[in-house]
């Protein structure tokens, strides 16, 4: 496996990738060995390393504490203005850990068998040292070496992004909107996927699914247990979900998973799925059919080509003796980028059937309209990716679930999302789980992707 063949772009030639190799990774140990475990936080312990760090390399910062403990990190490396600004963002807290399940120290950012231990190693810390590293590159090797940028590059780590944003995104938006005002934002949320040992794709998560809450609740007549009542409003509650459970709704290709399968087909190793992701790419309705049949049976392939139910909490009954009046159920709803929840919520009325049980969208998600991948910022991924690794190939991705890209892009922000780091499933499993890891060559790989990108854009 050769991750690491071929240069980057501007000021490739004067960088020695094996010294930036120990400095990101001394960066990322640092970051891991802050405990920023959400909740409480504690973000601004990483955030002030950040700060004196690229302070220290002269570049402008702006530390905000939306709250005591938290932070909001802001550095800013000045373009000619020719070009709007590019930001790169990572969030700073991470998932808790199960500490009896991990064969190592999650905080000690221990090495072992070419990877690098820790929470947060992949998500998010690993990407906030590849950034860091990008930006005191750019410094480095061309502002201060003479050379020029198209535009700002801005960086950004966040806080409280694994636990709704309210000290994270949200709070930079509402209250530094004039420090993220950008053209383009690079994010996480995308896959760099080695399958069967070969470096496969990078998918850029350029769209993502809109989540949405639907309460199904069932009535009936209440009584004693003893006298059982056809209209029990826990059965009726039953066959209305046994019912949602059958439907399927309709499948749907949009430009993204068009070209997503579209390209993946001609680089996938198992014959039969390349030739279903081929149908499902045409625009032969027959073999669109076909193809999303067939990769039905990969569930997160099938997440991507309709909207998606998940029945996800019930409730109901007080005491085991009383038939209770009222059952409900709480679906979790996944829309497709620009589809109707209401709609959705139509069709399931008509497959329930029964005027006793109620659908009610009780969360409403915000839809976001697509960034667009033949814009710059996505080319200069693709561009870099194939500089790096030549087998790989670079495509668009419908993500199943939200990040904050979502707000960016209502703001006209063209948002990205990349995970740099070339991973096997097993390794990508592990975020959020016990072991998280980074490969060692993988880190040096998205460092040089997310540097060969920026440098790219901000050309
Ligand atoms: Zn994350």
Known sequence: MTLLSGTTAAGAQSVDWAVVSRETLAHLQRMIRINTVNPPGNELDVARYL???????????????????????????????????VIIMGH????GVERSKWSVDPFAAEIKDGYLY?????????????????????????????????????FVANSDEEAGGDYGMGWLVANHRDLIDAEFALNEGGRTRIV?????????????????????????????????????????????????????EPTHVNATTRAFFGQLSTVWPDQGERRAMADVASLDSGRVSRGARALASTPVFDAVLRTGISATI?????????IPTEASATL???????????????RLRRVVNDTLVELTVTDRGEDAPPSDFSSPL?????????????????????????????????????????LPF??????????????????LQSLDFGTRLIYGTVSRVAR
């Open 196 to 248: 069967r040992g070969k470096p496969l794709y990078v998918a850029v998560q350029n769209t993502e699914k809109v989540p949405h809450t639907v309460t199904v609740t069932a009535r009936g007549p209440g009584g004693h247990a003893s006298v059982p009542l056809a209209g029990n409003a826990i059965l009726r509650l039953g066959r209305a979900l046994a019912a949602i459970g059958k439907h399927r």
């Open 92 to 95: 700073m807290d991470v998932v």
């Open 118 to 154: 820790g929470r947060g190693a992949i998500d998010d810390k690993g990407m906030l040292a590849a950034n860091l590293q990008t930006m005191l590159l750019l410094k480095r090797h061309v502002t201060d070496a003479g050379g020029k940028l198209s535009r700002d590059v801005i």
């Open 378 to 418: 996505f080319r200069a991924i693709a561009e870099t990716a194939k500089e790096l690794a030549p087998e790989m190939v670079t495509v668009p991705y419908l993500s199943t679930g939200a990040t904050d890209s979502a707000r960016l892009r209502q703001l006209g922000i063209q948002a990205f999302g990349v």
């Open 314 to 322: 019930v409730n109901g009954g007080i005491r085991s003796n009383v």
């Open 422 to 439: 070339p991973m096997n499933q097993d390794d990508e499993d592990r975020m959020h789980g016990n072991d998280e890891r980074v490969p």
């Open 332 to 346: 979790n709803v996944r829309t497709l980028p620009g589809q109707s929840i209401d709609a959705v919520v139509a």
């Open 51 to 85: 700060d004196s760090t690229l302070k220290a390399a002269g570049i402008e910062t702006h530390l905000f504490e939306p709250a005591p403990g938290r932070a909001a990190f802001v550095a800013r490396l000045r373009g000619d203005g020719s070009r709007r600004p």
